[in-house]
C-alpha cells in the first residue's frame, strides 16, 4: 500500500554539506524551526504556505524559495490538494565558497525573501536535485554548482539586518547553553530565569527575539538535530529518544517528521543510500 505522503530524504553522494528531500505532502505540516543550512525549494504541484518572518508566503507550482541558515519557519498545504516539492540543504561553507568565487561578499550570503518564478532557476535547482539521484557524481555536482551558481546571480542580495535584542546577551547565551548541557533534565522556566539572572518574561521575549523561537520550541529542534547525528552514528531510536530528553521513541517520532519532514527510519535509509 502506498504511503498517502511520500517523502525522501538523503546526502548527496559525493558532495559533502549537501542534503536533499524530496516530498509530497498534503497534511503533514512543519513546526517553526530552524536550519543550520540554507533551505532553497522548489514547488513542483500544488501550494505550500511558508510562514517565515513576520509574515506568510504562499508558493505555488513552480516557484521557488530560499530560507536562510538560523531563519525561524513553518510550513504546511495552501489548500486540501497539498503541494509537492524539491528542497537542497546547502551548508553554508559550500554556498559561501560559491558565491566568492563569483566575487560576491565575503560572509554569509543572503538572498531575497519573496518567492521566484524564474523557470531558470526553477529548471537548474530540479536539474541539479535529479541529478544527485540518477547521475554520475560528476554531472550532478556540476548541476549543483550552476544551480547555486544562478540563484546567487539573479537572487542574492545584501545581508539581512537583525533585529534588536533588549535583554542581557550573555544571559541569553547562558540559557541556550544551559538548554543544550542539560537536554535530557533540562531546568524549568523559573529555574532557568533564576540561574541565568533574568526575569522569566525578559527571558522569554529576549530568548525568542534572539534565536527565533521560545525556549521549550527551540529546545525540540537541538533535540532533534542532536538524534540525527546519534542516529547517524548507530544508536537505536528508542536510546537516542532517551538520551535527548523525549518521553519515548513515539515523541522522538513526532517531533522529529514535524522539523525534518521523514520520520528516522526513512531518514536513516535514506542516508544509508
Known amino acids: ?45 500544488g501550494a505550500e504556505v511558508l510562514h517565515a518572518g513576520a509574515g506568510a508566503l504562499v508558493i505555488g507550482a513552480g516557484g521557488s524559495v530560499c530560507v536562510h541558515p538560523g531563519e525561524v519557519h513553518s510550513g ?38 519573496d518567492p521566484s518564478y524564474d523557470r531558470d532557476i526553477a529548471g537548474a535547482l530540479l536539474a541539479a536535485h535529479r541529478a544527485a539521484e540518477h547521475e554520475a557524481h560528476l554531472s550532478s555536482e556540476t548541476l549543483l554548482y550552476q544551480a547555486i551558481q544562478l ?20 544571559g541569553l547565551e547562558r540559557a541556550r547553553q544551559v538548554l543544550l548541557a542539560r537536554m535530557a533534565r533540562p531546568p524549568s522556566l523559573d529555574e532557568l530565569a533564576a540561574e541565568v539572572g533574568l526575569g522569566r518574561f525578559a527571558l522569554l521575549r529576549g530568548f525568542r527575539e534572539r534565536f527565533g523561537l521560545p525556549p521549550h520550541a527551540y529546545l525540540n529542534q537541538e533535540r532533534v538535530r542532536r538524534s540525527r547525528a546519534l542516529l547517524e552514528a548507530g544508536s537505536r531510536p528508542a536510546e537516542t529518544a532517551a538520551e535527548v530528553g523525549f518521553v519515548d521513541q513515539a515523541h522522538l517520532s513526532r517531533h522529529f517528521r514535524r522539523i525534518v519532514g521523514v520520520a528516522p527510519g526513512g531518514y536513516l535509509r535514506g542516508r544509508a543510500q
Do not use: N
Not at 525522501?8 to 517553526?32: C, I, M
Not at 540563484?151 to 550573555?170: I, K, M, Y
Open 151 to 170: 540563484f546567487w546571480q539573479r537572487r542574492g542580495t545584501q545581508p539581512r539586518e537583525q533585529s534588536p535584542v533588549r535583554a542581557d546577551l550573555r
Open 1 to 45: 500500500m502506498a504511503t498517502a505522503e511520500p517523502a525522501r530524504y538523503w546526502r548527496h553522494p559525493s558532495v559533502p554539506g549537501l542534503d536533499l528531500l524530496a516530498a509530497r505532502y498534503r497534511r503533514h505540516a512543519f513546526t517553526r524551526h530552524s536550519h543550520d543550512t540554507y533551505a532553497i525549494g522548489v514547488v513542483r504541484r
Open 76 to 113: 504546511q498545504a495552501a489548500d486540501e490538494q497539498g503541494w509537492a516539492y524539491r528542497v537542497l540543504y546547502p551548508s553554508v561553507e559550500l554556498v559561501s565558497a560559491v558565491v566568492r568565487e563569483l566575487g560576491g561578499p565575503t560572509g554569509t550570503p543572503a538572498f531575497q525573501r
